[in-house]
Nanobody, 122 residues
Framework: QVQLVESGGGLVQAGGSLRLSCTAS??????MGWFRQAPGKEREFVAA????????YYSDSVKGRFTISRDNTKKTVYLQMNSLKPEDTAVYYC?????????????????WGQGTQVTVSS
């Protein structure tokens, strides 16, 4: 059975950093990504990475501040979040798919984690 388990969320002051982790069980995936959902808003794309790590994609709102990476030996994807802003506050979800090319579309991801809360105080 496939499971994605996120960790690393928490409360941080604006300008601070957090590192999220997501570990997959059951199998490995070609593409893994991070999405987030703030209260009252739709789930939005944050970042994605292909199997080798040679292709990474970011939303404009996090580009230059967040870095996605992965360790396939550990079946884990990471999201390093720096220079955090209050508007980054959301539940962050890990997602995975067998598709080889990363996508920003939620519909193209087959598996999702349960989410981890990130709260950035001003």
């Amino acid at each position: 059975q496939v499971q994605l388990v996120e960790s690393g969320g928490g409360l941080v002051q604006a300008g601070g950093s957090l590192r999220l982790s997501c570990t997959a069980s059951g199998r490995t995936f070609n593409t893994m990504g991070w999405f987030r959902q703030a209260p009252g808003k739709e789930r939005e794309f944050v970042a994605a990475i292909n199997w080798s790590g040679s292709r990474t994609y970011y939303s404009d709102s996090v580009k230059g501040r967040f870095t996605i990476s992965r360790d396939n030996t550990k079946k884990t994807v990471y999201l390093q979040m720096n220079s955090l802003k209050p508007e980054d506050t959301a539940v962050y979800y890990c997602a995975a798919t067998l598709r080889p090319i990363p996508s920003s579309l939620t519909i193209e991801y087959d598996y999702w984690g349960q989410g981890t809360q990130v709260t950035v105080s001003s």
